[in-house]
């Protein structure tokens, strides 16, 4: 299944129905698979919400990967921000807002994204070791992007906002790692 499909799934069927009440033959006939061959992409109706969550991931460790060499670890996280932020461009703002409507919307969707967090924490930490950081500072470091990119995901989503997604993270880390 394109992510795309995804994305047009997100912004209007949810949105359309509910989360609650749309099923999954209603999403197969959507985009224009068989149940069986959605259940071969996804586990349920849950994970198309959170299909890509790989390649944010991706996008973190490609960033700690592009740092140059000898890179303090909160440089590391900022590299990691920065690539990470090319994953939303503005385009994608409207169909994140819908799908955060419907996460915020759902306290078994909820909870999921402090997992989500959590795994991309861990991933991140195991870069930044990777890399040559050691305890605690790689957990700090992770643990501190992994809060620096929330939040600026959550002010990106927010109504009126039309900085882009990189502007609120690189500000926000910046002012966090000044001395």
Request: hydrophobic fraction near 40%; include cysteine.
């Amino acid at each position: 299944m394109r992510a795309s499909a995804c994305r047009r799934l997100r912004s209007s069927l949810y949105a359309e129905q509910g989360f609650e009440q749309t099923t999954v033959a209603d999403i197969a006939r959507r985009v224009g698979l068989t149940e069986r061959t959605f259940f071969r992409h996804f586990a349920d109706k849950r994970e198309v919400l959170f299909h890509g969550q790989d390649a944010l991931t991706q996008a973190f460790l490609d960033g700690v990967v592009a740092a140059p060499e000898g890179s303090s670890p909160c440089r590391l996280v900022v590299s990691a921000l920065e690539s990470s932020t090319g994953w939303f461009p503005d385009e994608r703002r409207a169909h994140s807002r819908q799908r955060q409507a419907v996460i915020d919307a759902h306290p078994g969707l909820q909870e999921r994204e402090p997992a989500e967090a959590a795994a991309l924490g861990t991933t991140l930490t195991e870069a930044l070791r990777a890399r040559g950081v050691g305890d605690p500072a790689a957990r700090l470091a992770a643990e501190f992007g992994v809060t620096v990119f929330g939040v600026a995901f959550t002010q990106w989503l927010a109504d009126g906002e039309e900085r882009s997604m990189g502007e609120p993270a690189d500000r926000r880390a910046a002012r966090a790692s000044a001395p």
